[in-house]
């Protein structure tokens, strides 16, 4: 097995600076960088994960991305792990520590190590070592609702679990910060004005491959 996103295109200094908290008018209580059924999580939650990716990458971006684009593709895998855990709660899809301990320790011996895994995956999806974890539970968690609305088509499957992820994501109120962007349900991303980016973001989980 391993570990597998749908990555967003075009996304993949000091750490001070990744995080632009410049005020914004909106509804958010200060500090706040999104809500999720009415549950707001705040900046510091960003700025640890914002640090934490730098980290691994020897203080530096990831390729091509800048301060803005990293913060935007950190909240878009945070705000996709609540999402996809509700999803999972209510389609009665269930993982164990032990499926996610599999699929990490199976990623991290085809990555060269653990450590080489939290890497590629900071650098590539900007995914904080410390969210590994929540990572393969998501993973793990879309591949079982993938699995009950496909009907035994992979395929049909994953998009059926994309479209009922972002419509619940809607009902859920999902809202983030003007600083960071706008929440797209049908895109399951935080996206910014004239945003032409491929369909879906940082960490949503495909059906792991198997080998």
């Given at each position: 097995?391993?570990?597998?996103?749908?990555?967003?295109?075009?996304?993949?200094?000091?750490?001070?600076a990744?995080?632009?908290?410049?005020?914004?008018?909106?509804s958010?209580?200060?500090?706040?960088?999104?809500?999720v059924?009415?549950?707001?999580?705040?900046?510091?939650?960003?700025?640890?994960?914002?640090?934490?990716?730098?980290?691994?990458?020897?203080?530096?971006?990831?390729?091509g991305?800048?301060?803005d684009?990293?913060?935007?593709?950190?909240?878009?895998?945070?705000?996709?792990?609540?999402?996809?855990?509700?999803?999972?709660?209510?389609?009665?899809?269930?993982?164990?520590?032990?499926?996610?301990?599999?699929?990490?320790?199976?990623?991290?011996?085809?990555?060269?190590?653990?450590?080489?895994?939290?890497?590629?995956?900071?650098?590539q999806?900007?995914?904080?070592?410390?969210?590994l974890?929540?990572?393969?539970?998501?993973?793990?968690?879309?591949?079982?609702?993938?699995?009950?609305?496909?009907?035994?088509?992979?395929?049909?499957?994953?998009?059926?679990?994309?479209?009922?992820?972002?419509?619940?994501?809607?009902?859920?109120?999902?809202?983030?910060?003007?600083?960071?962007?706008?929440?797209?349900?049908?895109?399951?991303?935080?996206?910014?004005?004239?945003?032409?980016?491929?369909?879906?973001?940082?960490?949503?989980?495909?059906?792991?491959?198997?080998?």
């Amino acid at each position: 097995m391993k570990l597998s996103v749908r990555p967003i295109a075009g996304v993949a200094g000091a750490a001070a600076a990744v995080l632009l908290l410049s005020a914004c008018g909106s509804s958010f209580q200060p500090g706040a960088a999104y809500v999720v059924g009415g549950r707001q999580v705040g900046d510091e939650v960003v700025a640890t994960s914002s640090d934490e990716v730098l980290a691994a990458l020897g203080g530096q971006l990831p390729q091509g991305a800048t301060p803005d684009a990293l913060n935007r593709q950190i909240v878009s895998a945070l705000v996709q792990e609540d999402v996809i855990g509700e999803a999972a709660a209510r389609a009665g899809v269930t993982v164990t520590q032990g499926q996610i301990d599999t699929l990490i320790n199976d990623a991290a011996a085809k990555s060269g190590g653990k450590a080489a895994l939290e890497k590629s995956l900071a650098g590539q999806y900007a995914i904080a070592p410390s969210q590994l974890q929540a990572f393969a539970r998501a993973n793990l968690q879309y591949q079982g609702i993938a699995a009950k609305l496909g009907n035994g088509d992979p395929q049909a499957g994953s998009a059926a679990a994309s479209t009922y992820i972002g419509k619940l994501s809607d009902e859920l109120g999902v809202k983030v910060s003007p600083r960071f962007g706008t929440w797209q349900g049908d895109k399951l991303t935080v996206t910014v004005l004239n945003d032409l980016s491929a369909p879906l973001a940082t960490a949503v989980p495909a059906p792991a491959a198997t080998s």
